[in-house]
T-cell receptor
Framework: DAGVIQSPRHEVTEMGQEVTLRCKPI?????LFWYRQTMMRGLELLIY????????DSGMPEDRFSAKMPNASFSTLKIQPSEPRDSAVYFC????????????FGSGTRLTVV | AQSVTQLDSQVPVFEEAPVELRCNYS??????LFWYVQYPNQGLQLLLK??????LVESINGFEAEFNKSQTSFHLRKPSVHISDTAEYFC????????????FGKGTKLSVIP
């Protein structure tokens, strides 16, 4: 298995632009998680899905952020409009049903909003 | 609610010295416990895990962790650290029972000094 695949690896955009981050979880995993990591705030859970259904989005910072999981093999995190304070590394992770393997993380997307 | 506490945010240690990174969890049910490592500019990787059975678990690069139910701890140790062990280490717990996610500690940054 190729692991959790995130794209793009790096994204530089101007303030006000729409940004879409993408994630392909491990085949067979039924839970998917979006995290944000910054020096100031550390690792923060934004939202997670189970069987493609959003379970908890209380970590989404504001309405500018939205996430979807249209099928078991794809998820997106969208920021519209983007702001400089959204600059961070965004990680996607997936987990199987039993939880015994823990999470498998993607390599992350480093977002810079200028 | 489950919580994971990593008591030290930063741990400096000289090369070839032993190290212990502390982790305590709170849970009234059986848990799975994990340690993740994040090397600079990389994603989180699973280092080792405890599911059941032997309370001492080991990683391939010389780290070990011991599950202590009475003290609700899962400390990570290495008898002799290398420069290459410089990274951030995250402890995490999974309680199952309808929970779909891991609870992470805030991380401990290990700096190995030559």
């Amino acid at each position: 298995d190729a692991g959790v695949i995130q794209s793009p690896r790096h994204e530089v955009t101007e303030m006000g632009q729409e940004v879409t981050l993408r994630c392909k979880p491990i085949s067979g995993h039924n839970s998917l998680f979006w995290y944000r990591q910054t020096m100031m705030r550390g690792l923060e859970l934004l939202i997670y899905f189970n069987n493609n259904v959003p379970i908890d989005d209380s970590g989404m910072p504001e309405d500018r952020f939205s996430a979807k999981m249209p099928n078991a093999s794809f998820s997106t995190l969208k920021i519209q409009p983007s702001e400089p304070r959204d600059s961070a590394v965004y990680f996607c992770a997936s987990m199987g049903q039993t939880g015994q393997q823990g999470y498998t993380f993607g390599s992350g997307t480093r977002l810079t909003v200028v | 609610a489950q919580s994971v506490t990593q008591l030290d945010s930063q741990v400096p240690v000289f090369e070839e010295a032993p190290v212990e990174l502390r982790c305590n969890y709170s849970s009234s049910v059986s848990v799975y416990l994990f340690w993740y490592v994040q090397y600079p500019n990389q994603g989180l990787q699973l280092l080792l895990k405890y599911l059941s059975g032997s309370t001492l678990v080991e990683s391939i690069n010389g780290f070990e962790a011991e599950f202590n139910k009475s003290q609700t701890s899962f400390h990570l140790r290495k008898p002799s650290v290398h420069i290459s062990d410089t990274a951030e280490y995250f402890c995490a717990a999974y309680s199952g029972a309808g929970s779909y996610q891991l609870t992470f500690g805030k991380g401990t940054k290990l700096s190995v000094i030559p």
